[in-house]
């Protein structure tokens, strides 16, 4: 009996293809495939590294997708993926160097392909951590700013890839909200902020 399959997916602009990456929890790769999405035809299959599974996909836009790779008691590594104006895979290139940590659990990338953000966390106790982090993916120079332990979800990157807004979910609801950091800052980490929900208080506040 197979575990639940995981699914995500990323869309194109004009010509409209998605890709949909798809994988057993259990590392039984299944691949990632390319649809037109005016028509739901199957345009291209990816399969993934051996003994590697897909995990996360992108899209910067233009016929390009960045995905996540993934191996057991391995780090997370990204691949670009290529598509053609008839839905095949034209290129599917690793991205050198060390990207994302190994608890990486979603990406975005900026339009221009530049920039690629991520969200990571550990629940694993006692050193329960959650990070998000933008990457250079000319010099692979990762920014990172690190938020309280919890969930971090529904990454949002600005086109420009300068501002990265996510949502964290932790045990305290001081610390949960919408986080809002602006790259342009000279420390971006510091600059993070946190909104709160229209409840009497400010309607943004410095989150460290």
């Known amino acids: 009996m197979h575990n639940c399959a995981q699914k995500r997916y990323a869309t194109t602009e004009q010509p409209f293809f998605v890709t949909l990456v798809s994988a057993y929890s259990g590392w039984a790769a ?3 495939s390319v649809r037109d999405a005016r028509t739901g035809r199957v345009t291209d299959l990816v399969k993934p590294p051996a003994d590697a599974s897909f995990g996360r996909v992108t899209s910067t836009g233009g ?6 790779v993934s191996r057991p008691a391995h780090s997370v590594l990204a691949y670009r993926l290529g598509v053609d104006a008839s839905g095949r895979a ?3 290139n690793p991205l050198p160097g060390d990207l994302l940590p190994a608890e990486c659990r979603e990406i975005a990338a900026s339009l221009s392909g530049t920039v690629l953000a991520y969200a990571a966390w550990d629940m694993t106790p006692p050193g329960r951590t959650a ?3 933008l990457v250079d993916l000319a010099t692979g120079v990762r920014r990172v700013a690190s938020v309280p332990p919890g969930v ?3 990454l949002s990157l600005a086109n420009d890839g300068q501002t990265l807004a996510f949502q964290l979910e932790t045990r305290s609801d001081a610390a949960s909200g919408i986080y809002v950091a602006s790259a342009a800052a000279a420390d971006w980490v510091a600059h993070d902020r946190l909104l709160n929900d229209p409840d009497g208080q400010p ?3 410095s989150a460290r």
């Not at 016929?63 to 996540?68: A, D, E, M």
């Open 30 to 32: 299944y691949g990632a």
């Open 63 to 68: 016929g390009v997708f960045i995905l996540t």
């Open 90 to 92: 034209a290129e599917f």
């Open 131 to 133: 990070e998000a982090g």
């Open 152 to 154: 971090v979800r529904d």
């Open 203 to 205: 309607t943004m506040r």
